[in-house]
């Protein structure tokens, strides 16, 4: 079981795999090097970008990404609002220094090679860093940055099933690899799944460390929503795309209390609206935000807990620990068996599995059992095979943040359709994931997040490409 600690983390936009992998890459590197020789012996760094990296990284800020990592910041604690101060020495007087230690001419068009059209064979973001030591070797790694922030290197790939840092699947006191495994220790041990979840978290950890994780999440998904909803303006990249949440947020504050909307049922999805709006609006203007499990996707389960606070009386904090550990099981069985990666499997892995984790968590606290949560998320993956990763101009703007205002109602729909069932249903969770898997295996190239077919077809002049060599630089959250 992937550890809740592990799939939500705290990061920055615009991008999980295209932003915060590399960056994290760029921390491997460092730490990698540093047991090979000294930073004083390296004379020159490297960096080339393979497949969907190079595709879409300029619009992604993968190589700002890098650079940022090779200096020395983590995506959990930068401060987004001193970016461009950070980069300043590399782009004005071409000096790159490693982890603030020691510096190195560093030419960005030269130094930084996109290969857009070759993929490795792992998965198709790569990225191989070199270091050229005094004596003239060559020290290099590459990376895989496989979705949601995790990153692989070359070992990893070649070596699947020897991950030292992974826990072993027996060692966790309720073990399943599959969802039919998951309901079975549930009903064995008469759990819900939010229960089973934190038995295994506190297997390795005090139960207080996790509750202290999980408030720590929520609490910087509410900041996200809040910022989202108090910042205006235009998003950066060239697209000329304004921001809305601000907008609709007051909108949505000077109606509430109207007779019009009070009579209005449906009026709380405006708000869920609202909320994935704001989130994945910071994260697009390269903000902080919670990968839930992508950044791509990181608005649809901050959406869902929003509506949980603000619409549902049941509404504790405890709800909101269950909420987040239920949804870590989804997440988990999604990218051990499939993945959450859009240049993998489309934006059916993004969207589709934040939108089914957010489903499950919500039938739980709704009342529903294990079987109605797995219902729940079989639902929100379902009916989301096949969705496309098509990022117009290479940015995680069109169509990627009106796709979790989508993703988010389809999920509230999807725990309400579910809790009104048995939790049986005739496709299960377990073959739907698997479905989807191979949707994503049978997609074109063309389709996962690499700009060159669907909506982001649709170009003008406005529109940056990655042959045009124009790199998102990001100045603030």
Known sequence: MISVFDLFKIGVGPSSSHTVGPMVAANLFLASLRKRAALSDVTAIEVELYGSLAATGKGHATDTAILLGLLGHAPSTIDTRLTSQYLTPIFSDKQLSLAGEHSV?????RDIQWYGDTVLPYHPNAMTICAIL????RYQQTYYSVGGGFVINDADANNPDEDSAAPSIGSIPHPFNTAAELLEQCRIHRLS??????????????????????????????DCVTRGCQNGGILPGGLDVKRRAQALYLQLCDEKDQPSTISDKLAAMDWVDLYALAVNEENANGGNVVTAPTNGAAGIIPAVMHYYRDFLASYSTDGAR?????????????KQNASISGAEVGCQGEVGSACAMAASALAEIMGGDPAQCLNAAEIG??????????????????????????????AINAARLACRGDGQHFVSFDKVVETMKQTGADMLDNYKETSRGGLAVYADNRIPTASQGVSVKYSQC
């Open 105 to 109: 001419a560093f030419n960005t068009e």
């Open 134 to 137: 005094t004596d003239g070797t």
């Open 193 to 222: 799944v939010s229960e089973l979840v934190l038995a295994n978290e506190c297997h390795y950890r005090d139960k207080d460390e996790v509750f202290a994780y999980l408030d720590s999440i929520w609490e910087a998904m509410q």
């Open 322 to 334: 269950k909420f987040l550990l239920n949804s870590t099981a989804i997440g988990s069985l999604i």
């Open 381 to 410: 993956i379902e009916h989301n095979l096949g969705l496309t990763c098509d990022p117009v101009g290479g940015l995680v703007q069109v169509p990627c943040i009106e796709r979790n205002a989508m993703g988010a109602v389809k």
